[in-house]
Nanobody, 120 residues
Framework: EVQLVESGGGLVQPGGSLKFSCAASGFTFSNYAMSWVRQAPGKGLEWVSCINSADSTSYADSVKGRFTISRDNAANTLTLQMISLKPEDTAVYYC??????????????WGQGTQVTVSS
């Protein structure tokens, strides 16, 4: 059974930093592309960043230069490092698995989400 478990969200002040992770199990993590997707209060889902099985990364314009996605295949862990956080980054962040090694493969599994709140 595929499981994606996020941890490390929380409350941070504007301009602050936060790092959280997704522990993956039930599949060969290194073979699959992964993404982070967020949902702000009252809004739809927004793709944030992705990384394929070859460690090629991509970012939404809204987070480019501030967020860094990475993966540790030995530990089956996906990480999102965020700096210079803004109130508009407030959202539930989801770890998402793609159905193959490319980010063009559709999503096929989601984590439970972790809340990030940026507020003074």
């Amino acid at each position: 059974e595929v499981q994606l478990v996020e941890s490390g969200g929380g409350l941070v002040q504007p301009g602050g930093s936060l790092k959280f992770s997704c522990a993956a199990s039930g599949f060969t993590f290194s073979n699959y592309a992964m993404s982070w997707v967020r949902q702000a209060p009252g809004k739809g889902l927004e793709w944030v960043s992705c990384i394929n099985s070859a460690d090629s990364t991509s970012y939404a314009d809204s987070v480019k230069g501030r967020f860094t996605i990475s993966r540790d295949n030995a530990a089956n862990t996906l990480t999102l490092q965020m700096i210079s956080l803004k109130p508009e980054d407030t959202a539930v962040y989801y770890c998402v698995k793609h159905g193959g090694d490319s980010v063009t493969n559709p999503y096929d599994a989601w984590g439970q989400g972790t809340q990030v709140t940026v507020s003074s």
